[in-house]
């Protein structure tokens, strides 16, 4: 593989074994980058993409850790110091989405999709940080939020909340981390596998006329990793769903 914009680079990309986490993993290996594969579960998919990112020449390491737990989130970064000592790229992808009418929503319910979506990325950003200043030049968190962040969506009020809440901490961790780290986040719109049914309603409502793919995620997060005059921003990657 020839040299990317990111070689000598270290990534990490929670819940990187599936779907959009893996898009964005086989992305930054592609611009160089080293990349660590975290997973909660995956084991064996995500053992398998680690193994595709070593067959492209570049170093990756899949480690198992719940990212809303402390405990684990303080292991996950202490491995990643032992392994690499360094941290250029923290991706915040991990998260949960289902639905639940909001007078049925359980606390169990909330507190489950607060843990995973918002404070996930406060317990990984906290811990990365020693890690993204020890390095030369400027460093990067990008936090996956969604278009969920930005609309409102009545039966997905508690996922709504809680990546309003992954906005904000971008915009605050921008200001409180430069100028060192640069601070982003991209807001995915419906973002659709092979396999899945298509979403017929969003394509015939966005003016692009189709629904988003994991490489669409992927390509909005190497423009924010490889970019040195950027933080603080939000970019919905929705097929102009935000007009409509």
């Avoid at 270290?10 to 898009?23: D, M, N």
């Avoid at 570049?58 to 737990?69: F, G, T, Y």
């Avoid at 039966?155 to 971008?170: E, N």
């Avoid at 969003?202 to 992927?218: N, S």
Wanted: overall charge positive; some cysteine.
């Amino acid at each position: 593989m020839a040299e990317g914009k990111l070689s000598s680079k270290v990534a990490l990309v929670t819940g990187a074994a599936k779907r959009i986490g893996r898009s964005i993993a086989l992305r930054l290996a592609e611009e160089g980058a080293d990349v660590v594969v975290n997973y909660k579960t995956s084991k064996s998919e995500a053992e398998q993409l680690g193994g595709e990112i070593a067959a492209r020449g570049r170093r990756a390491i899949a480690i198992q850790a719940d990212v809303s737990k402390k405990a684990d989130v303080g292991k996950l970064f202490a491995q990643v110091d032992k392994e690499f000592g360094r941290l250029d790229i923290l991706v915040n992808n991990a998260g949960i989405f289902f639905p639940a009418k909001f007078e049925e929503l359980t606390e169990e319910q909330w507190d489950r999709i607060m843990n995973v979506n918002l404070k996930s990325q406060f317990l990984c950003a906290q811990a990365a940080i020693p890690l993204l200043r020890r390095g030369a030049g400027q460093s990067h968190i990008v936090n996956i939020s969604s278009l969920g962040g930005l609309l409102a969506w009545p039966a997905f009020t508690h996922y709504c909340v809680s990546k309003a809440g992954v906005i904000m901490l971008t915009r605050c961790l921008a200001r409180a981390l430069g100028p060192k780290i640069l601070v982003n986040s991209v807001a995915p719109g419906t973002i659709q596998f092979p396999g899945e049914e298509p979403d017929e309603d969003y394509i015939r409502k966005v003016p692009l006329h189709r629904t988003g793919t994991g490489e669409d995620i992927a390509d909005a997060v190497a423009f924010f990793v490889k970019s040195d005059f950027v933080t603080g921003q939000i970019l919905p990657v929705d097929g102009g769903r935000t007009l409509v």
